[in-house]
């Protein structure tokens, strides 16, 4: 990321530039921290004046952002969203794509950038910089983009504008298309460590930390997310599941399968990933030293589970999660692939 702020340095910034990460990178942030710098009076982020000020507050008026929503709004634009959008960045700064999800819409939606949002865009670009100065265009998870407005997408960015920046900022960069990609300078975002949580969590205690560091990382954003609504973390849900398995008797597994399967598929494959990251870490950095059951998210017992998983199961966990997931991308029949999974862990836990 270096990088990305000498070219600038350097006045070799490309006019499209494609940030991108996977989950829990920052992709989000950096693009912040570059429309500071491109923004500022001075030209370095200071930080004092009034176009950082603006920018810190997400609402400089050379700022755009365009980002996925739920149709039904008003306009059929970003604008719809954009309050909502700035207080979840502004409360999240490294919002992720199932927090904001989850933050405007809580059904089983499909996020879009329809074609009317770029042409808002296009009529916005048209007119001249409000500032006098740069303008910067940020177009988040534009792996969201409706392929009717991939074109005019591609448009907006081959033929560039005096003193406008576009920067897209991509979770999915594989889901793109390759004549956007191909177009745009690209940045690859470094994952979040177990620092970035301490940093972020500071002042929370010890345990805090380690719970949501071991259930979360590297998505700082859905941490964040989770530890503001313990509600969302699903940790409940996870730890209700597992005992299920556990146990492994039929019948209270069959209406745990029905349970899950009837919440959106996101949220099911949300909690397969953590199941899948807290029982791994949770073998692996053997949680049954630290102590438990007092965490902010909820009654889970981590020694207990941490306990079931034997080294023996341990391989077994991590293949049948994964391929649950798998599955689920595939639009496998959800309760199908998640009976068969609860099965799988039931044997796991008791080492055969
Ligand atoms: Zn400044």
């Avoid at 979770?171 to 793109?176: I, M, Q």
């Avoid at 460590?193 to 259930?215: I, Y």
């Avoid at 146990?247 to 399967?261: C, D, F, R």
């Avoid at 023996?312 to 293949?319: H, M």
Wanted: contains cysteine.
């Amino acid at each position: 990321m270096d990088q990305l702020f000498a070219a600038h340095g350097g006045k070799k910034l490309h006019h499209a530039n494609l940030i991108y990460g996977g989950a829990g990178e920052d992709p989000l942030g950096i693009a912040l921290r570059l429309s500071a710098i491109l923004l500022c009076k001075t030209n370095t982020a200071c930080g004092t004046c009034r176009s950082c000020k603006r920018v810190e507050k997400l609402e400089h008026p050379d700022l755009n952002f365009t980002f996925p929503f739920v149709s039904g709004g008003n306009t059929g634009t970003a604008d719809d969203f954009l309050k909502e959008f700035r207080s979840a960045l502004l409360k999240n700064p490294f919002l992720d794509p199932d927090s904001w999800q989850r933050q405007i819409t809580s059904k089983n939606q499909q996020l879009q950038i329809p074609v009317k949002e770029i042409q808002n865009l296009q009529q916005k670009l048209s007119l001249t910089a409000a500032e006098g100065g740069n303008r910067v265009l940020i177009i988040w998870m534009p792996e969201q983009i409706k392929a009717a407005a991939s074109n005019k997408l591609l448009k907006l960015i081959e033929e560039p504008l005096p003193n406008t920046f576009i920067i897209l900022v991509s979770h999915r960069k594989n889901k793109l298309l390759p004549t956007i990609v191909s177009r745009c300078a690209p940045w690859s975002c470094k994952p979040l460590n177990e620092s970035s949580f301490n940093q972020h969590f500071a002042n929370s205690p010890g345990q805090t930390k380690r719970l949501l560091s071991m259930v979360f990382a590297p998505n700082l954003g859905a941490a964040i997310t989770a530890y503001d609504d313990p509600e969302s973390t699903q940790i409940d849900r996870f730890a209700e599941w597992m005992r299920t398995c556990y146990k492994g008797v039929p019948v209270e597994i069959t209406s745990a399968v029905n349970e899950l399967a009837s919440l959106p598929k996101e949220s099911v494959k949300t909690l397969i990933l953590r199941s899948l990251h807290f029982l791994e870490r949770g073998f692996y950095h053997n949680v049954q030293n630290t102590s438990t059951n007092a965490t902010d998210l909820g009654e889970i017992n981590v020694q207990k589970l941490s306990s079931a998983v034997v080294p023996k199961g341990a391989a077994d966990i991590t293949q049948s999660l994964s391929s649950c997931l798998l599955d689920l991308e595939r639009n496998i029949h959800v309760k199908t692939t998640l009976t068969h999974t609860s099965y799988a862990l039931h044997s796991a836990f008791r080492g055969n």
